[in-house]
């Protein structure tokens, strides 16, 4: 009885503790995440500021076709901030150069989806877009596709102080919104800081 009574509470103890070990390494997987996917975005923001306006262009041209015939109509102002001078049109490549504009396409993972598009990653999560706050504004967004509730809940704590609620927030620096099908989009709204330079 006393050997069973052993047996039993050294499995109990042992399965709260791994029950333990996974929240824990969750909530830090989630907590590494939300610091990478913020990080990013503050970096790209920073990034498209600079581009646009050592280039005279408008902050708010940020969609596939607003920066043609500098990039190749299907690009949009994020490609442009992460490739760099690889998408600028052959006779702008110098002019470009010249001016040191930042690139980053090591800071990401790039793949290909199933339709054969390129396919933007951070922290784990989709990054689908960049875009300015308005024409007035001190600052930007970067988007994100598919985020998992728990990445947007431990961003809403560390960004905003406060824990995610149930479909959406349009507030703070972590905003998002539940879609038809269940998935949740993701934005970081951040001033622009020093741009580069």
């Known amino acids: 009885m006393n050997t069973k009574f052993k047996i039993i509470f050294g499995t109990s103890i042992i399965s709260l503790c791994m029950t333990a070990y996974i929240t824990f390494m969750g909530t830090a997987a989630n907590r590494a995440s939300a610091i990478a996917v ?3 975005s503050q970096q790209a923001i ?3 500021y600079y581009v646009a306006t050592n280039l005279e262009s408008p902050l708010e041209n940020t969609k596939a076709g607003d920066l043609s015939p500098l990039i190749p109509e299907q690009h ?9 001078y690889e998408i600028i049109a052959p006779e702008y490549q110098d002019f470009y150069r010249a001016l040191d504009m930042p690139r980053m396409v090591e800071k990401l993972h790039i793949g290909i989806n199933d339709k054969g598009q390129l396919q933007y990653n951070v922290g784990g ?3 689908i877009s ?6 007035d504004s001190r600052g930007g967004a970067a988007f994100y596709l598919d985020t998992p509730f728990q990445l947007i809940d431990q961003a809403s704590r560390l960004y905003d102080g406060v824990p995610a609620k149930d479909n959406a927030d ?6 998002y ?3 038809n ?5 993701m934005g970081m709204f951040l001033d622009y800081t020093q741009p580069p330079g």
């Open 170 to 175: 349009g507030e703070g620096v972590v905003r």
């Open 125 to 127: 999560v989709q990054l």
């Open 177 to 179: 919104d539940r879609l």
């Open 46 to 48: 920073d990034n498209w």
């Open 130 to 135: 960049i875009e300015s706050q308005g024409i």
């Open 38 to 40: 913020h990080e990013f």
């Open 181 to 185: 099908d269940g998935r949740y989009v």
């Open 76 to 84: 949009a102002a994020l490609d442009l901030v992460i490739y760099g």
